[in-house]
């Protein structure tokens, strides 16, 4: 055999194993496996995050003092006017000898409940076991959230109910406890001959929350006119720099018990607080807390078609007492339902049948019908699907049916509660077999 034919015979043999590679592409691609995912409830919510910037009717305390100052309230709490929010001492040891002799106080408070007779032992002993259980989760969670000036009450309420424990136990008596009042009245007795009085005291100038530290930002903003914030405003505000905070000062009251957060929104995304008026507010960096807040305002700037929107909140506690200028995720709307991927959404047309007046089957056409191909038993089924929104990549529909879309309804039922809907796979059609 020449070598011409020789090199034909291998031109041809290349080309027939080439048309059986591409063959083999062109059958994968159409018949790959499907990939399903169970259809289930859930609830997701629409959010927006952005910067915000707090705005409180704040008032500084600037009262001057010589001494040491110690605080009888913690941040974020109500105060009301002309009450004590913090004492002056004289020296530190005189500062942290009222601290013990006031602690002190506490524990005795605790321990006459539990020396006078009563029927202790008629208690739930699992009752006490989930009051230990449920004082120590609290402990945990405020140490995580590094709110450590809740921590000594908290201990001394676990003490209390273990020492409830130790008397229904029997393991002590109301006697034991009748003796430590009395070491601690004694030890109470020798702080007080030892430690000096307090020099003086500071009140609050107004009933409101009260908050140790100031920033220099307290009333950068008129709060009469919040509801007229510009987007221009709101920028300048969170482009300062964070404040150094008023040294001479001891804190301030916010005489208002409802404060603003504001933001900017884009054209773009401004749309999704259209009809919205209650939203929840998320600051991640500064509180785990959840903050259901108020649209009040919504201030559009047309040359930028950006807009300013104000949040009214009345929910504080010593985390939100420190916020000012902080990254906030704003949720919008909360959806619940049937969770479906939005990969699974499909448009078909499907055939249906109708009666007439006279009861005789009209077969009839719905083109683009919105709906998923879910697995039943070895065969695919078309479904259609009635959803008003997507988020985070999922549909939100609906099991229950209004009337309406009962009416529109063409396929033998919607998507239930944990179908196996199919979110990958090609050449889907009502009816076809899978493995």
Same mark, same amino acid.
């Given at each position: 055999?020449?070598? @011409?034919?020789?090199?034909?015979?291998?031109?041809?043999?290349?080309?027939?194993?080439?048309?059986?590679?591409?063959?083999?592409?062109?059958?994968?691609?159409?018949?790959?496996?499907?990939?399903?995912?169970?259809? !289930?409830?859930?609830?997701?919510?629409?959010?927006?995050?952005?910067?915000?910037?707090?705005?409180?009717?704040?008032?500084?305390?600037?009262?001057?003092?010589?001494? =040491?100052?110690?605080?009888?309230?913690?941040?974020?709490?109500?105060?009301?006017?002309?009450?004590?929010?913090?004492?002056?001492?004289?020296?530190?040891?005189?500062?942290?000898?009222?601290?013990?002799?006031?602690?002190?106080?506490?524990?005795?408070?605790?321990?006459?409940?539990?020396?006078?007779?009563?029927?202790?032992?008629?208690?739930?002993?699992? !009752?006490?076991?989930?009051?230990?259980?449920?004082?120590?989760?609290? $402990?945990?969670?405020?140490?995580?959230?590094?709110?450590?000036?809740?921590?000594?009450?908290?201990?001394?309420?676990?003490?209390?109910?273990?020492?409830?424990?130790?008397?229904?136990?029997?393991?002590?008596?109301?006697?034991?406890?009748? %003796?430590?009042?009395?070491? %601690?009245?004694?030890?109470?007795?020798?702080?007080?001959?030892?430690?000096?009085?307090?020099?003086?005291?500071?009140?609050?100038?107004?009933?409101?929350?009260?908050?140790?530290?100031?920033?220099?930002?307290?009333?950068?903003?008129?709060?009469?006119?919040?509801?007229?914030?510009?987007?221009?405003?709101?920028?300048?505000?969170?482009?300062?720099?964070?404040?150094?905070?008023?040294?001479?000062?001891?804190?301030?009251?916010?005489?208002?018990?409802?404060?603003?957060?504001?933001?900017?929104?884009?054209?773009?995304? $401004?749309?999704?607080?259209?009809?919205?008026?209650?939203?929840?507010?998320?600051?991640? %960096?500064?509180?785990?807390?959840?903050?259901?807040?108020?649209?009040?305002?919504?201030?559009?700037?047309?040359?930028?078609?950006?807009?300013?929107?104000?949040?009214?909140?009345?929910? !504080?506690?010593?985390?939100?007492?420190?916020?000012?200028?902080?990254?906030?995720?704003?949720?919008?709307?909360?959806?619940?339902?049937?969770?479906?991927?939005?990969?699974?959404?499909?448009?078909?047309?499907?055939?249906?049948?109708?009666?007439?007046?006279?009861?005789?089957?009209?077969?009839?056409?719905?083109?683009?019908?919105?709906?998923?191909?879910?697995?039943?038993?070895?065969?695919?089924?078309?479904?259609?699907?009635?959803?008003? @929104?997507?988020?985070?990549?999922?549909?939100?529909?609906?099991?229950?049916?209004?009337?309406?879309?009962?009416?529109?309804?063409?396929?033998?039922?919607?998507?239930? %509660?944990?179908?196996?809907?199919?979110?990958?796979?090609?050449?889907?059609?009502?009816? @076809?077999? =899978?493995?």
């Amino acid at each position: 055999m020449n070598s @011409k034919k020789i090199q034909t015979l291998a031109a041809a043999l290349l080309t027939f194993l080439l048309l059986i590679y591409v063959g083999y592409q062109v059958y994968l691609s159409n018949h790959k496996g499907i990939v399903t995912e169970t259809a !289930m409830y859930g609830t997701v919510s629409d959010t927006l995050q952005a910067r915000g910037f707090a705005i409180r009717d704040e008032r500084v305390i600037t009262d001057t003092y010589n001494g =040491v100052l110690t605080y009888r309230v913690a941040d974020g709490t109500r105060v009301s006017q002309g009450g004590v929010i913090a004492d002056i001492f004289a020296s530190e040891n005189d500062a942290a000898a009222q601290g013990k002799i006031d602690r002190i106080d506490r524990e005795i408070a605790n321990l006459q409940v539990l020396s006078k007779p009563a029927d202790f032992f008629a208690a739930n002993p699992s !009752m006490i076991s989930t009051q230990i259980y449920s004082a120590i989760g609290q $402990i945990f969670s405020e140490t995580r959230n590094n709110n450590f000036s809740e921590i000594s009450s908290l201990k001394e309420n676990l003490q209390t109910v273990l020492n409830r424990k130790q008397l229904i136990t029997g393991e002590e008596s109301s006697e034991d406890y009748l %003796l430590r009042i009395q070491l %601690l009245e004694e030890e109470k007795e020798q702080l007080s001959l030892a430690a000096g009085q307090t020099i003086n005291s500071i009140t609050a100038p107004a009933a409101g929350y009260f908050i140790s530290s100031t920033d220099g930002f307290e009333n950068v903003v008129d709060v009469s006119h919040i509801r007229e914030i510009t987007p221009k405003t709101v920028r300048d505000l969170l482009g300062r720099e964070r404040g150094t905070g008023l040294g001479s000062s001891v804190g301030k009251i916010c005489s208002d018990f409802n404060w603003y957060l504001v933001c900017v929104f884009s054209e773009e995304n $401004i749309w999704r607080f259209e009809d919205v008026e209650e939203v929840s507010l998320d600051i991640p %960096l500064a509180s785990t807390e959840t903050i259901p807040a108020t649209v009040v305002a919504k201030n559009r700037d047309s040359e930028t078609g950006d807009t300013a929107v104000v949040f009214e909140c009345s929910y !504080m506690d010593s985390d939100i007492a420190s916020v000012r200028n902080e990254t906030v995720q704003v949720n919008v709307h909360t959806y619940s339902g049937v969770l479906v991927s939005e990969r699974a959404l499909r448009f078909s047309d499907v055939t249906y049948t109708e009666y007439d007046e006279e009861g005789n089957p009209v077969e009839k056409v719905a083109e683009n019908v919105k709906g998923v191909y879910v697995q039943n038993g070895r065969q695919l089924e078309f479904v259609q699907v009635f959803t008003d @929104k997507t988020v985070n990549g999922y549909a939100i529909c609906k099991t229950e049916l209004s009337d309406e879309e009962q009416e529109a309804l063409v396929t033998e039922a919607t998507i239930q %509660l944990y179908d196996n809907v199919v979110v990958e796979g090609t050449d889907l059609y009502d009816g @076809k077999p =899978v493995q």
